[in-house]
């Protein structure tokens, strides 16, 4: 079992939608991240948020955005998605501060159609 | 820069030992990290390694850090079936908070 809770577990969206994924953590990390996973490779950072504001954005497109509304919850919103978008999207929390390992949580299957 | 390597692939028979090699660049890395991930899911944290350590040892898991050479490796004691995985390691560096470089990761396919 995860402590990081990531719903849907499965998303089929097409190209003209708007949705949204959620991530939830109880264990008080002030850290958040968002990672995309294409099939065979390892995770991509895509966002990082420290104490609810966003530190990193790996040069993501703006058709994904990411909003931490507190300290437990993460949400990806999606729109105009393209087909190549489709992949695994992990939710990690960890401690702020160097060192502290990541959690991740089991993910959201999206397949933009 | 940084880079993590791993090799693809390792097969090992029920019962026997496993280990899985990494390489990283980065001179920098503070915490060294593996994971596991099977099939559908996210990654599982299994251990991790800080830098000024040579070994872990946490149940089956065994971490030989080898600094000078930048190699990491994971031994897995007495592999079972359910170890099957792919399984990744991941550094971070001291000035870049918790962000995580990963490698390619392995697949462990144990047989019966």
């Known amino acids: 079992d995860t402590e990081v809770t990531q719903t849907p577990k499965h998303l089929v969206m097409g190209m003209t939608n708007k949705k949204s994924l959620k991530c939830e953590q109880h264990?008080?990390?002030?850290?958040m991240y968002w990672y995309k996973q294409k099939a065979k490779k390892p995770p991509e950072l895509m966002f990082v948020y420290s104490y609810e504001k966003l530190s990193i954005n790996e040069s993501v497109p703006s058709r994904f955005s990411p909003e931490c509304p507190n300290s437990s919850l993460l949400n990806l919103h999606l729109h105009a998605l393209q087909p190549e978008d489709s992949a695994l999207y992990l939710c990690?929390?960890?401690?702020?501060?160097?060192?502290?390992?990541?959690?991740f949580g089991n993910g959201t299957r999206l397949t933009v159609t | 820069g940084e880079d993590v390597e791993q090799s693809l692939f390792l097969s090992v028979r029920e019962g026997d030992s496993s280990v899985i090699n990494c390489t990283y660049t980065?001179?920098?890395?503070?915490?060294l990290y593996w994971y596991k991930q099977e099939p559908g899911a996210g990654l599982q944290l299994l251990t991790y390694?800080?830098?000024?350590?040579d070994m872990k040892q946490d149940q089956r898991l065994t971490v030989l850090l080898n600094k000078k050479d930048k190699h990491l490796s994971l031994r897995i004691a007495d592999t079972q079936t359910g170890d099957s995985a792919i399984y990744f390691c991941?550094?971070?560096?001291?000035?870049?908070?918790?962000?995580?470089?990963f490698g390619g990761g392995t697949r462990l396919m144990v047989k019966p």
């Open positions: 990690a929390s960890s401690r702020a501060g160097g060192g502290s390992p990541l959690h």
């Open positions: 991941a550094e971070s560096i001291s000035n870049a908070g918790n962000m995580l470089t």
């Open positions: 980065d001179s920098s890395s503070t915490y």
């Open positions: 264990m008080g990390h002030r850290a």
């Open positions: 390694i800080f830098s000024n350590m």
